[in-house]
């Protein structure tokens, strides 16, 4: 058997070329293999914040949002299944305390659901960003997702920008 060689032209795309029957094409979309809905969401300005707080991010500037799932700063799927879900929270950083603390959550339904928490003693500087990530599942109707987070100590405040993404929530729906 002869193998093609790879050229950028004779490659299997997102159609596969034949179909039950073995005729026609399926689209990857069709047969259920899509990562839809899908949702990406930023703060677009600094948000002040009080320290040491729980506080819900004010994600104001829609990136992507497939299905319009996202709104009043949080994703209620209206497809059941599990998501992958992450929020990103850039937060100031320096002043006097050489303790600073950063939590970033993603609450479910109003409640803390999974969180990530660094502690950068004796080392501020070093503190700008924080990650979390889960598999939610939602049931489709009333489950929502939102991001929260808290800093203690240097400057209070989760860092927003209009051209480039610094705090943000994003996810997808699994295959499977």
């Known amino acids: 058997m002869a193998l093609s060689k790879v050229d950028g032209t004779n490659f299997v795309g997102p159609t596969l070329p034949v179909a039950s029957g073995g005729t026609g094409a399926i689209t990857l ?17 600094d948000q002040s914040i009080s320290g040491d707080t729980a ?37 100031g950083t320096g002043g006097a305390s050489s303790l600073i603390e950063s939590t970033a959550w993603i609450y479910k339904n109003g409640a803390a659901y999974a ?9 501020p500087a070093q503190l700008d960003f924080n990650t979390v990530s889960s598999i939610v599942d939602f049931d489709g109707s009333s489950d929502y997702v939102e991001a929260y987070g808290s800093v203690n100590g240097g400057t209070e405040v989760f860092n927003g920008d209009s051209s480039v993404v610094e705090t943000y929530m994003l996810g997808y729906k699994l295959i499977g």
């Open 29 to 45: 979309a069709a047969a259920g293999l899509a990562n839809t809905p899908y949702f990406f969401v930023k703060l677009s300005a």
């Open 55 to 91: 506080t819900k991010v004010a994600l104001d500037s829609e990136i992507w949002d497939s299905a319009g799932d996202f709104a009043s700063n949080r994703f209620t799927a209206t497809t059941a299944g599990k998501y992958y879900i992450e929020v990103g929270i850039g937060t």
């Open 115 to 123: 969180k990530a928490y660094m502690n950068y003693y004796n080392n």
